[in-house]
């Protein structure tokens, strides 16, 4: 019961923020000082094209008026047609949210599965060599800038060593899965589609890798140092005296305590990583939200700039609130708060 | 107890995480490309040209809609048009899907006689008559999208101008004042591309001329038709088997959207991209010399140039403006700034368009340009120079070629303040006549001098010359009577007047026109680059 009220508290919570996003951005869009229908039909365009085009889009209206429109839109399940590609920005969204998601996926997954072992590793050679070379690692991972670190890659594995592709989705004669997520991955295992998996899979190396390596570098510094506290407690060295084996103590006594705060910043990861693939995307012709967002906000696309806001504003809490669930799983203390 | 609520709360974070990954695709509608087979692929590498470009742009493939770059392109390839240009070639208009035409002034009106070849068919097999040229004609004028200006306000075409005298013969009325060759130049772009108007009617809903259905299908009688196009990713057209013109040798034309350049010359040099659209100069350089790829360029129609807003003070004189002009570097801009990859023209109509003025008077001439400046009583001005983002034409940033000029108009005491902003917002400024010195381009409408003529010199037409302040009624009028004239001779000869009069008194200093460069695999062959931003692919061959 007290998960239930806890859960919906937190629904409530996500319509809220979505409310306020939704205002916020609404007004930030309109009052730069340029005008959307210029953006959209360029220098050549007439005085009553953009008339024309200013009131199919309601721009000619006064701003609250706008606004109401755009919310009764929402409230209709219309997130609005957007200026530049002149198509539902539901269906632009459907087109590149489940791309970005899956990146973000699979760079959680390279965070996780690199980082959290990293972190122990580092944690139990404190001060030796492994911990000198995941820590060096972990630094290198703070500083290299995305764009850099993307190409490096893209020049040795695709065109020095043409281990990996280059870049987008799937090879070049191979066609997408039947779309049922929208992630290729999922979407091909679904399908048995063998081919379509492998090209898949082998395109997401590059970029995950590129976007991972700064949540990884976080993952594995937090995971260290928690660890690190975690190995000094009192309990640890009870485990020890009953005899168990060093890496029973790690695994079983010493990690779960040590992943509390490492799955918070998980959290914190896995929305910086789908607002952090904008470059990665652009590096690996990567048809995702990041690129549409990109976009949208320099041709002025409004409705679009404002679905990707608040998408992002149901993104973020989703996520936080999936941490909040773990922490119940991982710490019973919180479930009796 | 604990472990059931674990075991609920694992169940919630899945569903949150499912939630979010399906929830998008399974909106109405949302796949997108409604129809378009996503399974269709590929017929093998070899006759498959790829074609890496960035293809942002694209927001339709309906001939009736276009008017991006990517999406004329393609629609060029897909749709066929009653007149056309044959390869770089902008001076002969030749026959397309009319055999012949014939102008005949009425009084009130010059009338347009096309005669349509016979035989020819659409890719579905539905032979093109001239009702299909009505339906297309009528079709774009109606849509009213972003070309349709071609037609209403250039052509000054109603819907009931164009008629069907026979199934084979179509009649075009164009008013007194309106410009045939310019009409026959409009023909040529996508606009007056043919689409079959039995297969359209039926895709028809709710009065959009099947430009719903069009949007990323094609029906016409192109070489290619639209296979698929998946959303920011690729474009893929197959030879259309009943192309009436010579077959193409390839069978396939694949677009890949790739932004990045770097990627577009890794995949080239691979082999993994044939043709690359975007590669800077600097990378056509390193491209030069390396095995397995050449390098192309092509001319293009734009203009780089800098409008100087003759209402904002000292700018309303015209030695401040000869000044400005005659201190500028272009040389440098051209060979340094653009490594060549540009023309150095000086005058408003481009090379390659009938009316082009070869003079280039103006070169970095300090001390005239000081004694200009003193004559109009000035010897320090300071002003606000709008620039755009991003790169120019021709490669160069846009902010590279404004450091540039502020450096060379600081020789003769012009403090030019560069303020650097999105397209959007300049043009939104400069539209409203609030520039003062705005670095831009302009590239025609149309092929035709009268498409940069026109705006470069009628203030009423409320475009260039109005957003420059620059109201001089009379050579606005030679521009409209210069667009009328038939004679190739007697009509090189106005725009040579016109050209010079804007040469030293309009408010504009034109930089240069900018050559496009393309990187190829040495095996292409036949591949041709026009002017008017579109090449062949059906002469293109592997």
């Known amino acids: ?64 008026e706008q606004y109401v429109i755009y919310v009764n839109g929402i409230l209709h399940g219309d997130l609005g047609k957007s200026i530049r590609t002149r198509r539902s920005v539901a269906d632009d969204l459907a087109d590149s949210f489940p791309a970005t998601l899956e990146l973000s996926f699979a760079a959680l997954a390279v965070s996780l599965l690199v980082g959290i072992p990293a ?74 589609d063998l081919d379509a998996l492998r090209s898949s899979v ?75 693939a904008v470059l990665t995307e652009t590096i690996f012709s990567w048809p995702g939200l990041g690129r549409y967002a990109t976009a949208s906000a320099i041709s002025l696309d409004f409705p679009a700039v404002l679905g990707v806001t608040l998408l992002a504003a149901v993104v973020y809490p989703v996520a936080n609130l999936a941490v ?11 479930q009796r708060d | 107890m604990l472990r059931s609520a674990r075991y609920t709360s694992i169940f919630f974070a899945a569903a949150l995480l499912v939630a979010g990954a399906c929830g998008p695709a399974t909106t109405p509608g949302a796949s997108g490309s409604a129809g378009a087979s996503p399974t269709a692929s590929a017929g093998g590498a070899a006759g498959t040209l790829v074609w890496y470009s960035d293809l942002s742009d694209l927001i339709s493939l309906d001939p009736g809609v276009v008017y991006e770059f990517s999406g004329t392109l393609l629609a060029h390839n897909t749709y066929e048009t009653l007149v056309k240009f044959e390869g770089a070639d902008l001076a002969t208009i030749k026959p397309g899907l009319a055999q012949s035409w014939d102008i005949k002034d009425t009084g009130s009106t010059f009338d347009i006689t096309f005669k349509l070849k016979t035989g020819q068919k659409f890719a579905s097999g539905n032979p093109i008559t001239a009702d299909d040229v009505v339906y297309s004609i009528q079709r774009a004028i109606k849509l009213n999208k972003s070309p349709a200006f071609l037609f209403t306000d250039i052509a000054q075409l109603k819907a009931e101008s164009v008629k069907a005298s026979d199934p084979s013969t179509v009649v075009v009325s164009l008013p007194k004042t309106a410009s045939t060759q310019g009409f026959l130049s409009i023909l040529t772009f996508t606009i007056g591309g043919i689409v079959d108007s039995k297969e359209v009617k039926t895709k028809e809903s709710g009065g959009d001329f099947g430009s719903g259905y ?8 192109g070489p290619f ?26 069978s396939a034309v694949l677009a890949k959207h790739v932004p990045e350049s770097t990627n577009q010359q890794f995949a080239l040099e691979k082999g993994d991209a044939d043709i690359a659209e975007n590669l800077s100069p600097q990378q056509i350089k390193a491209l030069q010399g390396k095995a397995g790829v050449t390098t192309a360029s092509g001319n293009s129609l734009q203009l780089v140039y800098v409008g100087m807003n003759s209402t904002v003070k000292p700018l309303d004189n015209v030695d401040v403006r000869e000044a400005l002009r005659t201190a500028v570097d272009y040389d440098g801009i051209v060979n340094n700034l653009l490594s060549g990859n540009a023309k150095k023209v000086q005058d408003i109509v481009p090379a390659g368009l009938a009316g082009y003025n070869d ?84 590239g025609p409408d149309f092929p035709d001098p009268d498409a940069n003529v026109g705006p470069f010199t009628d203030y009423n037409a409320k475009s260039i010359a109005y957003r420059n302040g620059w109201n001089d009624a009379s050579i606005a009028a030679k521009g409209r009577d210069a667009a009328l004239v038939t004679d190739p001779t007697k009509r090189a000869a106005a725009y040579k007047e016109i050209t010079e009069y804007v040469l030293h008194n309009g408010p504009y200093v034109i930089l240069y026109q900018p050559t496009k460069q393309f990187g190829l695999r040495s095996n292409v062959k036949g591949f041709v680059w026009s002017p008017v931003d579109w090449t062949e692919f059906a002469a293109i061959s592997k």
């Open chain 2, 214 to 221: 069009l949007l990323d299908h094609s029906s016409g009688s």
């Open chain 2, 225 to 250: 038709v639209i296979d698929h196009w998946t959303k920011s990713t690729e474009v893929l057209l197959k030879a259309n088997p009943n192309y009436g013109g010579t077959k193409p040798t390839l």
């Open chain 2, 359 to 442: 003079a280039t008077p103006f070169q970095a001439d300090v001390a005239k340009a000081k004694a200009l400046l003193s004559k109009a009583g000035q010897t320090s001005i300071t002003l606000e120079l709008l620039v755009p983002t991003g790169p120019a034409p021709g490669g160069a940033q846009w902010s590279d070629i404004a450091a540039k000029l502020k450096d060379d108009w600081s020789k003769i005491g012009v403090t030019a303040n560069i303020k650097q902003t999105t397209q959007a917002e300049l043009l939104t400024t400069y539209r409203a006549q609030r520039g003062q010195l705005v670095l831009i381009l302009w």
């Open chain 1, 1 to 64: 019961m007290r998960f239930l009220a806890f859960l919906a508290r937190r629904i409530v919570g996500i319509a809220a923020v979505m409310i306020g996003v939704s205002i916020i951005t609404f007004a930030i869009s309109h009052v730069i000082p340029a005008d959307p229908a210029v953006a959209a039909l360029g220098d050549h365009a007439t005085d009553a094209q953009i008339a024309a085009f200013r009131g199919e889009y309601h721009l000619d209206r006064p701003l609250p």
């Open chain 1, 202 to 276: 082998i395109h997401l190396v590059l970029p995950a890798l590129t976007l991972g390596y700064f949540s990884t570098a976080v993952i594995a510094r937090m995971t260290r140092s928690s660890m690190l506290e975690v190995l000094g407690q009192d309990y640890m060295r009870t485990a020890r005296a009953k005899g168990l084996t060093e890496r029973l103590v790690v695994v079983r006594h010493g990690l779960r305590n040590a992943l509390i705060p490492t799955v918070t910043i998980i959290g914190l990861t896995f929305g910086s990583l789908l607002s952090g």
């Open chain 1, 119 to 192: 972190g122990i590793w580092s944690a139990i050679y404190r001060g030796r060599f492994p911990d000198v070379v995941v820590r060096i690692a972990a630094l290198a991972g703070g500083s290299l800038p995305v764009f850099w670190l993307g190409l490096v890659v893209i020049g040795l594995f695709y065109y020095q060593l043409g281990w990996l592709p280059g870049g987008g989705r799937l090879d070049t004669f191979v066609s997408p899965p039947p779309t049922r997520t929208g992630l290729y991955v999922i979407d091909s295992l679904l399908a048995l």
């Open chain 1, 324 to 334: 909040d669930i773990a922490y119940y799983w991982l710490d019973p203390r919180i």
